[in-house]
């Protein structure tokens, strides 16, 4: 493991005053799943009424987002992040297989071994392409409380492209689809360093956080299979958003993100059926961590809390319906 891009170094970005806040450790654990051994990051409160699971995106991993964990460790959630196939700490046999299709099924068979013995409210958290992550395993299993998302980018809508390549926008990407498509078995094994094939350097607006996801071997900085990218540019919907009602679904929106700005995910997010409510998050980066953005996020992190840790408080509300409201 790298002793420069650990959590403290990713935490040590927040502003000043989050900092303290942020003082929750990581309780490293292990998930045998299928023939890999999963790395999950903890924080253990069986007092806690409500638990967050936290799921990275392309170039992340637990360490990575290790900031937002502790924030909301601090709000009183049990948290519980896992290093997703090909990141992290996670160890998997053959990382020139690994598909998009793999995370679905990990993480969706991860929330239920989580949820089989444990009755406590679940709010299932994304963060950039981990919010689509979410919503599938979300709209699989049927056991998440509360969506939090941070994006909503659906390959097949043009809109999106740009940010799914770094080699001139939609275009682009418009004429190597056909190409990636017909990736076989042995180009889609073939492992090239992230940054070539997508824009990293708008991961982060804070200068040294986006030093820190370039240079980390176990995300930003390291390498993705061809076979995962195209298995991800034709990834079929897991439910279309006009048939998912449940559960409700909280987009907080960085503002200022330069890599997939609030209009990539506006058009998907408003076709859900289930209560919505839309939250941006002003000054903020791609990866949150600048006020007030930040600040909003602990602010609606807190009020999913409440209600679902206490939902005799708001009697009028439907049961489940969180803090999400229809636009």
Known sequence: ??????????????????????????????????????????????????????????????????????????????????????????????LGRVRYQDWVDCVSELLRAETADDPRPLVLAGASMGGMLAYAAAARTGVVSHLLVTCLLDPADAVTWPALNRWGGATTLRLLRPLLRRVGPRLGRWRVPLRWLVPMDKIANQPELARLC?????????????????????SELERPPEAFQAPPVTLVHPGDDRWTPPAMSLGFFGRIAAPTRYVLLENAGHFPV??????????????IHGVLAHPELLPSAPRGCGVASKA
């Not at 600048?290 to 009020?303: F, I, K, R, Y």
């Open 1 to 94: 493991m790298s002793t420069t891009h650990g959590h403290a170094q990713y935490v040590a970005c927040l502003p000043k005053p989050w900092r303290q806040q942020a003082r929750a450790e990581p309780e490293s654990t292990w998930w045998r799943w299928r023939d890999a051994s999963i790395h999950i990051a903890r924080v253990r409160n069986p007092a806690a009424r409500v638990r967050m699971v936290i799921l990275h995106g392309g170039g992340g991993h637990a360490d990575a987002l290790w900031p937002l964990a502790a924030l909301a460790a601090a709000l009183g959630y049990e948290v519980l992040m896992p290093d997703l196939p090909g990141y992290g700490r996670s160890e998997f046999p053959d």
């Open 214 to 234: 370039l240079t980390d071997p176990r995300g930003g900085g390291g390498r993705i299979a061809l076979g995962f990218l195209s298995s991800y540019l034709f």
């Open 290 to 303: 600048e006020d007030p953005g930040l600040q909003t996020l602990v602010n609606v992190m807190a009020e």
